[in-house]
């Protein structure tokens, strides 16, 4: 440990680490309690100036350079499924920091290896995608287990009287996130002048439901057409009170299949990290020029099989209801 260059690299490796760490916990805590509390009282003008004044230079050319591509729109679309509160060009420094960090991390371990900086970066830029499909499977889940309430609760609201709106703002203040938050949303796009049925296809474009698809297709069917709305809410929501139960029973005998899946699939890739790192010159016989071509096709065989095995396990594991 007498090496500088190693102590300070060592060093740069962990504040990484924790930059990543205090960006993810600031965004998670401080911005989403600041904009829960003044989201109601504050105009869209000066949310605007707020959020211009909170801009850095490097990330206002992000957010404008990303926001114009149509790869800008899908990762606002899957920050806004995951209900979290970062803009596409701040999501694409996050990735490139975690490719850094990760890359150097892997690089010292790996005994200052290009090829273990290069694995690790590549580890590092899919971090962030991970975490946010993660996010979306649970607040989807989460979602669809409170939709049978929600439709209880704005039925009862529609037979005492209320309209569609209060019924929603209803919701927004009984229910528990992240069916709350979603319907404040709705209710706030619709106070600031945004039709009911665009308000609500905002809401399907945040969570993508069938079952909440099936709901907003009767409003609108109904506002168009007339009937009585709780009769029909009423009806979707004992079909839906079924199709979760169903759901997750099914969720609960398909676990076990999926994360064999995962994990043997995620074992070869562990056991060839290990032994590269352990006995590095065993795992380079595969690419020395007389062993090259036999080692290319044994690890890309090995590597289709791993492939087709994860995607087999997942098709058994994956049940329409």
Not at 215 to 224: H, K, P, Y
Not at 260 to 279: D, E, K, Q, T, W
Request: charged share 20%.
């Amino acid at each position: 440990m007498n090496n500088p260059t190693l102590i300070l690299s060592i060093g740069g490796g962990i504040a990484l680490v924790l930059l990543i760490v205090g960006i993810v916990i600031s965004i998670r805590s401080e911005r989403a309690a600041v904009e829960e509390r003044m989201g109601r009282y504050l105009d869209p003008i000066e949310q605007e100036h707020m959020e211009a004044i909170k801009r850095t230079p490097l990330t206002d050319w992000l957010n404008k350079s990303v926001e114009k591509s149509s790869y800008g729109n899908k990762i606002a679309q899957n920050l806004a499924r995951a209900d979290l509160k970062i803009k596409p060009g701040e999501y694409i420094a996050l990735m490139l920091i975690a490719a850094f960090g990760v890359g150097v991390v892997l690089w010292f371990i790996g005994g200052r290896n290009i090829i273990a900086g290069v694995i690790g970066a590549v580890i590092g830029l899919f971090l962030p995608n991970f975490y946010v499909k993660r996010q979306q499977g649970k607040r989807l889940i989460r979602f669809n287990d409170q939709l049978a309430d929600m439709l209880n609760l704005m039925v009862n609201g529609l037979r005492a009287g209320f309209s569609t709106v209060q019924a929603m703002e209803a919701i927004s203040k009984e229910l528990p996130p992240p069916i709350s938050d979603e319907f404040l949303r709705v209710v706030q796009e619709m106070q600031l002048g945004v039709p009911m049925e665009r308000a609500l296809d905002n809401l399907l474009a945040r969570i993508p439901s069938d079952d909440l698809d099936l709901v907003i297709t009767a409003i609108n069917v109904q506002r168009e057409v007339g009937g009585n709305l709780a009769e029909i809410l009423d009806t979707i929501s004992h079909t839906i009170r079924e199709r979760v139960r169903i759901k997750g029973e099914i969720r609960v005998l398909t676990t076990q299949t999926m994360y064999s899946g995962r994990f043997l699939s995620m074992m070869p890739v562990i056991v060839l990290a290990i032994l590269y790192l352990l006995n590095r010159d065993y795992m380079m016989t595969f690419f020395i020029p007389e062993n090259r071509l036999c080692g290319s096709i044994a690890l890309g065989v090995g590597a289709t099989l791993i492939v087709i095995g994860y995607l087999v396990m997942n098709k058994i594991a994956d049940i329409e209801v």
